[in-house]
């Protein structure tokens, strides 16, 4: 039998090692860059990096709090923990990294100086890009099978997986800070006005701000809970109807939970098994191929029930004899 394998499978650890190791290296080569120039752009950048290598402990810390197994106080587990440690990155990149970043450039335009040896600062940002972009290559690489012909602002909109969204969306932030940062110190160095390396910097942050606000978004949606992609809802349904015609499916609702999905099922039958024993192991057939078919799919609530229809011709008889 063919199994079907909705959602997001790749872990994530080697996509967030990839972006740690990138980041510490250009945080150092920035920051060596930004003191030998007093180039804004640059230590804003460099602030950025160092931000980012954060960001990606704090990942890390939240995949492995994540396993941790079900409790008494935390029945489903610790899944959604993720979430929290994904939206902690989210804040952390608005305000250490954008807001930082656009007051250091509106403090510059204030007090513009002089940038120095630009020249190092332009070849520091070129080896950036190229960290960077193997950074994101690492992460693009984890998601490739996820993407299922979707485009990346779709993918997203749907994932589950807030630890690669958040490093998939920093890696852009960051190729698109380096690329606006290459700009202004070029302007700087042309025009020899101090100015552009100033804006640079306050364009950097806008940025910063502006992808942070996105993740922020898009993680407390997950927060509050938010019902597995459509294409896992239509397959199970296609699913239960071709391998389980008996069943009447009444209601379905899902959830992601972290790297799992929560699925609570309400369905009649359409022949009633003749004992509460085989309803149960009837039941219990259903639930175990739904999770060989969808292994995402880690706790599953099955309510037996009968429909409107029978409800409403039940409670007439009932009335009808009274």
């Not at 042309?190 to 100015?195: C, D, E, L, P, R």
């Not at 993740?215 to 109807?241: P, Q, R, V, Y």
């Not at 024993?277 to 880690?298: G, T, Y």
Request: with cysteine; proline share 3%; net charge positive.
């Amino acid at each position: 039998m063919q199994i079907f394998i909705f959602g997001e499978m790749a872990s994530g650890s080697k996509a967030v090692l990839y972006a740690l190791a990138a980041n510490a290296g250009i945080a150092l080569t920035k920051t060596v860059a930004a003191f030998i120039t007093g180039s804004t752009s640059m230590a804003a950048e460099a602030i950025h990096s160092y931000a980012d290598c954060g960001n990606q402990i704090l990942l890390l810390i939240g995949m492995k709090s994540a396993k941790a197994p079900a409790s008494d106080l935390h029945p489903l587990g610790y899944g959604k923990v993720s979430y929290f440690w994904s939206f902690l990155v989210a804040l952390l990149l608005f305000s250490v990294g954008g807001l930082f970043s656009a007051y250091e450039g509106i403090h510059k335009l204030l007090s513009p100086t002089p940038v120095s040896h630009p020249w190092i600062a332009i070849a520091v940002l070129g080896a950036g890009v190229l960290l960077e972009s193997f950074s994101l290559y690492g992460a693009m690489r984890e998601i490739r099978g996820t993407l299922r012909n979707r485009s990346l602002y779709r993918w997203f909109k749907d994932t589950r997986q807030s630890e690669l969204m958040v490093v998939v969306g920093e890696d852009i932030a960051a190729l698109l800070g380096l690329a606006i940062a290459l700009l202004f110190v070029l302007l700087t160095l042309v025009t020899g006005n101090a100015i552009f390396d100033a804006v640079g910097s306050v364009v950097i942050g806008a940025l910063l701000i502006v992808i942070a606000t996105m993740m922020a978004t898009e993680i407390k949606s997950l927060i509050i809970g938010e019902s597995a992609e459509d294409e896992f809802k239509n397959g199970l349904m296609a699913f239960l109807g071709k391998e389980f015609p008996q069943l009447e499916l009444l209601n379905l609702i899902t959830q992601n939970h972290g790297a799992d999905i929560v699925l609570a099922i309400k369905a009649r039958f359409r022949r009633w098994p003749a004992t509460a024993l085989k309803l149960v192991d009837e039941i219990n057939e259903i639930e175990r191929a739904i999770r060989i078919e969808f292994p995402a799919v880690r706790f599953i609530f099955f309510e037996p029930d009968i429909s409107k229809t029978e409800k409403l011709r039940r409670a007439k008889r009932k009335g009808r004899g009274k």
